[in-house]
């Protein structure tokens, strides 16, 4: 990111609701944008509420989570009337997301070629993260070469503030990427031929690719800890490598806990089994 970008920022809020949990927008000072939180269970009062920028054309976000595996979702569109096209969303076959952030240009400048470029912009990057899980069915048209030289730059500007206010409207770091290679907090869980490295995040904890992990879980084990173990395995994430399985990819899991358990392939309390490099478990480093 543009190191100028990141120089102080003024971000402005606005609860149109009087809510911190219900709708708002949240605009970075001097800058055309303007990102819409809007809770699913509160689309029919968006219209209401006088919101007319929610019909804009842009892209939008859908937020949500697979509660049978505690897979954090996300869905990345765009629309010439995107409030019209989130609201097509809120069906019975797409109940994982509650969470929609509609991005637009308050000087309604984005045409469609420009959104085009933002929309696979952001997938790639989302993807590339794979911080969340995409539903997206299928990638949008390459509209890349549509864009001119001389506006590039701008819509990637136009991005980096995007990355920017999608965080503050809620903890979504859909472009971070996580790897062991740029992570200075890793930490260890291991049992004899199992042995896993991590990291604990702000919305999660991040299991490395190659990390060790039991083959076969406890009989005792409950449902949600089967159900994300087939899913594991089913998505490749874990591979089967003889008497253990491994990793093929970083994957991060809702809590330390949940982790651990798969790793171990039984319950376990991942504050205590996540050790750093002394010893020190993640409990005793979070109370520092």
């Known amino acids: 990111m543009d190191s100028k970008i990141l120089d102080a920022k003024e971000i402005s809020i606005f ?15 001097g800058n055309i944008e303007q990102a819409i939180f809007i809770p699913r269970k ?23 989570k ?25 069906n019975p076959k797409e109940d994982y997301w509650t969470e929609a952030i509609i991005i637009i240009s308050k000087t309604q400048s984005f045409q469609n070629t420009e959104i085009s470029y933002l929309e696979e912009l952001a997938i790639a990057e989302a993807a590339a993260a794979n911080r ?3 539903t997206n069915t299928k990638t949008p048209n390459k509209n890349k070469n549509a864009v001119s030289k001389t ?28 790897n062991k290679t740029n992570s200075n907090d890793i930490l260890i ?28 879980l406890a009989t005792t084990s409950n449902s949600s800890i089967k159900n994300l173990r087939e899913f594991l395995i089913k998505q ?9 399985l491994e990793f093929k990819e970083d994957y991060k899991f809702n809590t330390p806990s949940s982790a ?29």
């Open 15 to 29: 609860m149109l609701d009087g809510t911190l949990t219900g709708i708002k927008t949240a605009e970075v000072k």
């Open 189 to 216: 869980c291991k049992r004899k031929e199992v042995n896993a490295e991590g990291e604990y995040l702000d919305d999660g904890f991040v299991v490395f690719k190659g990390s060790k992990a039991a083959k076969q």
């Open 236 to 244: 490749n994430v874990l591979v089967d490598k003889g008497n253990i």
């Open 151 to 178: 506006s590039e730059p701008t819509l990637k500007r136009h991005f980096e503030i995007i990355k920017i206010l999608l965080p503050t409207l809620g903890h979504y770091p859909l472009f971070e990427s996580i």
């Open 66 to 90: 697979d509660e049978a595996i505690g897979k954090s979702k996300a869905y990345i569109g765009q629309s010439n009337e995107c409030l019209k096209r989130v609201k097509q969303h809120d």
């Open 132 to 134: 969340f899980e995409l």
């Open 42 to 64: 509160k689309l029919k009062e968006v219209e209401p509420l006088g919101l007319k920028e929610a019909k804009y054309y842009g892209i939008y976000f859908l937020f949500g």
């Open 260 to 288: 651990a358990t798969q790793v171990f392939g039984s319950s376990a309390n991942g504050w205590t089994e996540w050790k750093d490099k002394d010893g020190k478990t993640l409990d005793e480093l979070k109370r520092k």
